[in-house]
Every structure is written in structure tokens, then in C-alpha cells.
């Protein structure tokens, strides 16, 4: 067994918890239990645990849950096929019809469209609040309020939400705070020990890291809230399958690794496009002018790979840049180590155009990966150089 992972450090966690070599074989790295079901000792008797059925529990998943809950400092992870999986479960797994819940103003598109669309028509209602403005979630929240449902940085703006402000004002209103960790990874920042109730990820990005699984997974300290999220999750279905875990488990171990490069790239993207004549404003909360700089310098490591900017030209010249870049490669989704390019207001936030959470229509999204600095910043010049 590993020590306690309290006293380990975070790519120690990485690579160990939850990882013990195989007990029978040796295998160093945790087996792709693809199996659906699993052999009982008598009726009723499993060899361990809840392992039953695979859509209850599966090793490989087990072994991710303990690594990812590691991560984050929490008690408990369970895992989800999707981070929409994830989300949709902590929604009904703590909404009840009459139940109000206060989202950020530039909430992730699918989160939006998920309340919005399928939440509200089972009478769950909702507000939506600048997260960077503490007043404003205060006046936000109603007695029958019992959700803050936060990102930070958010998507595409990187706006900077207080974390430790939002779970004290969540408290006394008597709601609990989500928070959605995907962009900054509990390498960057870490929300339960800020006093967050519940992290969420969309493991798609940079916990698998490597553009080839899509995943989900809910951390938290409550074990009342674990159960329900157990019992939900088995009932409703919505679990990775061991393959997915274990693309998302190797993504895992590298996380650091990744995330530091990442928010170098981020850097040197920044300083040029900060300098270049046809960018007229670059969202990063790693600069001093941004107004969430301060908070998200105490709450962060570091301030992460992804980078938007506005085009001087508006939207017909920043969708003719992001057709032009080479390596940034034009697509939806995050996180990888490749560099991407995207189009919020076509792309990824299609859905809330017309919507209290439109984004500009000249705003360009990047997700810097890990390619060589010089390459990516070169790149960018000649998209956006003038022809
Ligand atoms: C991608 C994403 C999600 C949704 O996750 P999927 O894995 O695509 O279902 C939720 N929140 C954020 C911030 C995301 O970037």
C-alpha cells in the first residue's frame, strides 16, 4: 500500500494511488478489466467490494476514482461517461422540483443547454450570475437556491471566480458550491480545500490529456453525497467503460508534467499575440490587467493553457485566421496536447447565441498545447498577418 496520500506529492499521487502492482501477476500498470460481470462466492457473495456488475463498479474505474480523488484531496471520485455525465448527475442528484440554482454568465455551452433545455422541464429553475461579482451571487441566491454551480477560469472568457468567497456566501445561503475544474485540473488549484462541496470534471481534456477518450468525474467529501451519486449513477448508467478508464488513468500519471508546458506555451502565446497589430485584447488571467488576476494568482498555481483573444478585424477576419493556422488545428474541445483553434460563437458556444451567455463574434479561442514554443508563436504570426 502507499502511504497516506496526504503526505505524497502530487505526481507521486499521480502515478501511485489506487495502482498498486496486480496482486497475482505483478503487472505494474492496473489491468483493462474488460469484463461485464464477475464470478460470486454463493449467492450474494462477491470476492470484493461492489464488484457485481461492471455498470456498478469496475477495477480499472476504481483505480481511476482513487487516483483522481488523490488529486483533488477528496474522500470520494466516481467516474461518468462523459463530463455532461457527471454534471447532469451532481444536478439531479441534488435538485429537486422547486429547487433554484445560480450558474455563472459564461458557463460551459452544454452546462447551460443541459439546465436550461432538460433541467428546467422538471421544474427546477435557474439564475444566472457574474461569479466574479460576490455581491451578485448573494442577491442571486433565493431560499429554495441550494446550487452555486462555478468555473474558473471560465470558457471562453477566463473570467476568475473567488472560490473561497463563493463557498462562504453558498454556506449561508444553505446551497452547496460546485465547482468545475476542467480548465485549471487539480494540478493548478484545488476546490475542496478552498472550501468547494463538489468538483467536477470533464476528464475529456487535460486529465486524459491526449484527445482520444471522453470522460467525467465527481469528487467530493460528503459521503451522504457520494451514495446518492453511486445510486444515481447505477441507476441511470452513464459509466466509462474500463478501456476509457485506463486511456484516462495514463493521461493521469503526466499530468504535472503536461500542465507546466502548457501554461509555458500559454505564456509565450500571450506575450505575441499581445504584440501583434490584428489582436485587440487577450483574455489571460496570468496578466496583471486582468481583473481577476489577483484572486486567481491566490487561489492558482499557475494560470493555465488556455488563451482567447479578440480580432481588431471582427468576425469575418477571425474566422479567416483560424481556417489559416497550420498547427493549431481548428476543432472543438480542450486540453490536449496538441494545439487547437476554435470559434466560440460558431463552435463550441453555438448553442447560447442570442443568450445571456453570447460571447463576442470577432473572440478566437486557443488551447496551447505542448508543441514546441517557437512553433506555435510562428504559427499564429502567419494566420494573422495580413495577406
Ligand atoms: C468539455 C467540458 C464539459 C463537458 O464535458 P464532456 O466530457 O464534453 O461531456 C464541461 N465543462 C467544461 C468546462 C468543459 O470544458
Known amino acids: 500500500m502507499v502511504d497516506d496520500p496526504a503526505t505524497l506529492g502530487f505526481t507521486t499521487r499521480a502515478i501511485h494511488v489506487g495502482q498498486e502492482p496486480d496482486p497475482r501477476t505483478g503487472a ?3 489491468p483493462i478489466y474488460q469484463t461485464s460481470t464477475y464470478a460470486q462466492d454463493g449467492v450474494g457473495g462477491t470476492r470484493e467490494g461492489d464488484y457485481e456488475y461492471s455498470r456498478t463498479a469496475n477495477p480499472t474505474r476504481t483505480a481511476l476514482e482513487e487516483a483522481l480523488a488523490a488529486l483533488e484531496g477528496g474522500r470520494n471520485c466516481l ?5 455532461m455525465a457527471a454534471s447532469d448527475a451532481v444536478l439531479r442528484a441534488t435538485l ?3 429547487d433554484h440554482l445560480v450558474l455563472g454568465n459564461d458557463v460551459y455551452g452544454g452546462t447551460f443547454r443541459l439546465i436550461d433545455k432538460v433541467l428546467t422541464h ?5 439564475s444566472v450570475a457574474a461569479l466574479s461579482d460576490v455581491d451578485e451571487v448573494r442577491v442571486a441566491l433565493r ?3 441550494k446550487l452555486v454551480w462555478c468555473e474558473t477560469p471560465t470558457n471562453p472568457l477566463l473570467g476568475v ?3 473561497a468567497a463563493l463557498a462562504d456566501v453558498a454556506r449561508d445561503g444553505g446551497a452547496r458550491l460546485v465547482v468545475d475544474n476542467t480548465f485549471a485540473t487539480p494540478y493548478l488549484q484545488t476546490p475542496l480545500a478552498l472550501g468547494a462541496d463538489v468538483v467536477l470534471h470533464s476528464t475529456t481534456k487535460y486529465l486524459g490529456g491526449h484527445s482520444d477518450v471522453v470522460g467525467g468525474a465527481v469528487v467530493t467529501d460528503s459521503a451522504e453525497l457520494r451514495e446518492q451519486l453511486f445510486f444515481l ?3 441511470a448508467g452513464a459509466v466509462p467503460g474500463a478501456f476509457d478508464a485506463w486511456l484516462t488513468l495514463r493521461g493521469m500519471k503526466t499530468l504535472s508534467v503536461r500542465m507546466e508546458r502548457h501554461c509555458d506555451n500559454a505564456e509565450r502565446v500571450v506575450e505575441a499575440l499581445r504584440a501583434h497589430p ?3 485584447k487577450v483574455y489571460y488571467p496570468g496578466l496583471a490587467e486582468h481583473p481577476g488576476h489577483d484572486v486567481a494568482a491566490k487561489q492558482m498555481r499557475r494560470f493555465g493553457g488556455m488563451v482567447s483573444f479578440d480580432h481588431v478585424d471582427g468576425e469575418e477576419a477571425a474566422l479567416a485566421a483560424a481556417a489559416r493556422t497550420r498547427l493549431f488545428i481548428l476543432a472543438e474541445s480542450l486540453g490536449g496536447i496538441e494545439s487547437l483553434i476554435e470559434h466560440p460563437g460558431r463552435m463550441t458556444h453555438a448553442s447560447v447565441v442570442g443568450s445571456l451567455l453570447q460571447v463576442p463574434a470577432q473572440l478566437l479561442r486557443l488551447s496551447v498545447g505542448i508543441e514546441d514554443a517557437a512553433d506555435l508563436v510562428a504559427d499564429l504570426r502567419q494566420a494573422l498577418d495580413q495577406r
Do not use: C, H, L, M
Open 28 to 30: 505494474v500498470i492496473v
Open 79 to 83: 467516474a461518468f461517461a462523459s463530463g
Open 96 to 98: 429537486r422540483p422547486g
Open 122 to 126: 422538471w421544474g427546477v429553475t435557474y
Open 143 to 145: 431560499p429554495e437556491t
Open 161 to 163: 471566480a473567488d472560490i
Open 233 to 235: 449513477r447505477n441507476a
Open 278 to 280: 490584428k489582436v485587440a
